[in-house]
């Protein structure tokens, strides 16, 4: 029919194509780097020839920075950008990161990795942003959206590590190699973000504040004042640690951004539960979280080794031969989304199917789970290093029922939390308290980091015990949520 337009995907807006294809090239870029960057930093040939205490502190702020970032990141298109140029220009400073630490020189692989921090901050939070204003709000189509758009993620996230790794980790090509071909992933999803720009019509076009408003012009300058100052602080920061003014090791950096997050987040709890006028529901319903805050940051400090300890494991102590080829170490990293897209459905069946039998699982049950699981991951570990101790090489196996048992983990876990979160925050504070929760994720990054650094080559007879400590730490606290389960959810209320 002449002048008709294509239907939109599935019965959806015609922007969710965009925005699924545009987070699936950023993710893999991201991803694609991510499964580089610690073996990168501990190769002494063509990498940077760090200790792994070292890299994997590294590893750990800069995966927790991304999350923190994206507090100022949402701030910024909210007030001044909105959502569409917030992801445009986001995208383009990550595409300079990833090309940045293509350069083989050491002063411009940490700005490469400043530049996609940065870029993350606008794009990561933003593009999520715009999914949600395609829809109305009673929209039934919206969850199914959402779910479409976090296939496009773990595709992303499955297929970056795999051509990363191919190149980084060949003779032929090497690191930098790696690094180019994440750039070129985000360089994709610009290209097609903005040819297809016009599916999103007016989602997330314009900020909250209209500079045509005399009141609210003034509003808008004061705000790229405080960004401005922000920039420049950090990039001061940046170059008196860079040039050796300001000395300061990675892993006393990581150690003290674990304590000023746990600091800041204690003190906006209190602040709270003390002054924030709360009525005494509100208020439980806030220790509630406060406990899976914990449960949350204890979670992720074990799952996120996999860019770190599990990575290393995978490139050091694993028999990689499939016939006359190597596997890259990095395509481990590919298996969690892999079973994130095979398994998700599964558990989103598995919990409507127990609630339909009056078997709904509270959400600290869940949690209780996803703990045990992220426990007998690390029990799979132990086997393994177990084996490697004595000398010998571990098979694939080992590290692929443990991603599987960490992703089943995730699927338990990650979701409820974030749904839970919505739920028991009071209203007027939601915006806040989502950007708490991933202040969670920020502190487990980096403990993860922290704690992977003691796995290091001169300790294997150690290793089998530093996995026994994570198993017991992390199936401690699994138990103490499934035991607490009642009085945690009577503290929930309705919210439960």
């Known amino acids: 029919m002449t002048g ?46 760090l200790d792994d205490q070292a ?25 001044l950008l909105g959502a569409q140029r917030a992801v445009w220009i986001g995208g383009i400073i990550i595409a300079i990161g990833h090309f940045t630490l293509a350069l083989p020189a050491t002063p411009t692989f940490f700005a490469g990795l400043m530049f996609i921090i940065a870029g993350t901050g606008l794009l990561k ?91 609210q ?21 940046a170059v008196l640690i860079g040039t050796g003014i300001i000395e300061v090791t990675p892993v006393a950096l990581a150690r003290g951004s674990a304590w000023a997050i746990a600091i800041l987040a204690t003190a906006y709890f209190a602040w709270l539960l003390l002054f924030g006028g709360l009525d005494r529901q509100e208020k439980q319903r806030v220790l509630v979280i406060i ?3 914990l ?7 074990g799952f996120e080794q996999s860019g770190s300890s599990l990575n290393l494991f995978a490139e050091r102590y694993t028999d990689r031969m499939l016939g006359g080829f190597e596997i890259p170490a990095g395509w481990f990293q590919s298996l969690n989304p892999v079973f994130v897209i095979s398994f998700a459905p599964v558990f989103a069946a598995l919990w409507v199917g127990l609630a339909r039998r009056g078997l709904n699982l509270p959400t600290p049950a869940k949690f209780g789970i996803g703990l045990l699981l992220l426990a007998a991951g690390f029990g799979v570990m132990l086997g393994a290093a177990t084996l490697v ?24 876990l990650s979701p409820v939390g974030l749904s839970a979160t919505t739920r028991l925050a009071p209203q007027r504070y939601v915006g806040q308290m989502m950007g708490i929760w991933f202040l969670a994720s920020s502190v487990g990054n980096i403990l993860a ?48």
């Not at 994997?56 to 298109?77: F, M, R």
């Not at 300058?221 to 920039?231: F, G, M, N, P, Q």
């Not at 449960?295 to 400090?301: I, R, V, Y």
């Open 55 to 79: 890299a994997t502190a590294i590893y750990g702020l800069y995966s927790a920075a991304v999350y923190i970032v994206a507090l100022p990141g949402g701030w910024i298109a909210d007030r």
């Open 291 to 293: 406990v899976l805050f």
């Open 449 to 496: 980091g922290l704690f992977a650094g003691q796995f290091r080559d001169d300790v294997l007879a150690d290793m089998p015990g530093l996995y026994l400590q994570i198993v017991l730490m992390t199936a401690g606290a699994g138990m103490l949520f499934l035991v607490f389960t009642r009085p945690i959810r009577r503290l929930m209320g309705d919210a439960g």
């Open 389 to 412: 101790a004595t000398g010998r090489q571990a098979l694939p196996t080992w590290l692929i029922f443990t991603y599987l048992f960490h992703t089943l983990g995730e699927l338990a």
């Open 125 to 215: 939070p933003n593009i999520s942003a715009i999914v949600g204003a395609l829809y109305a709000r009673d929209d039934a189509r919206r969850d199914a959206g959402f779910t479409l758009f976090y296939m496009g993620i773990n595709l992303g996230a499955g297929l970056g590590p795999l051509v990363c790794s191919t190149l980084g980790e060949s003779e032929r090509f090497g690191w930098h190699y790696g690094f180019a071909a994440a750039g070129v992933g985000m360089l994709a999803g610009l290209i097609y973000f903005r040819s297809s720009r016009s599916r999103l019509g007016g989602a997330g076009l314009k900020p909250t504040l209209d500079p045509a408003v005399p009141e």
């Open 295 to 301: 449960g949350a940051a204890t979670f992720w400090s």
């Open 4 to 49: 008709a337009q294509a239907p939109p995907p599935l019965g959806h807006p015609a922007g969710l194509r965009t925005l699924f294809f545009t987070e699936l090239w950023e993710r893999f870029s991201y991803y694609g780097m991510r499964a580089l960057l610690v073996l990168f930093l501990v190769d002494a040939g063509s990498g940077m020839g």
């Open 217 to 237: 012009a003034v509003l808008i300058r004061s705000s790229w004042r405080r960004v401005v100052l922000a920039l420049a602080m950090v990039i001061a920061v």
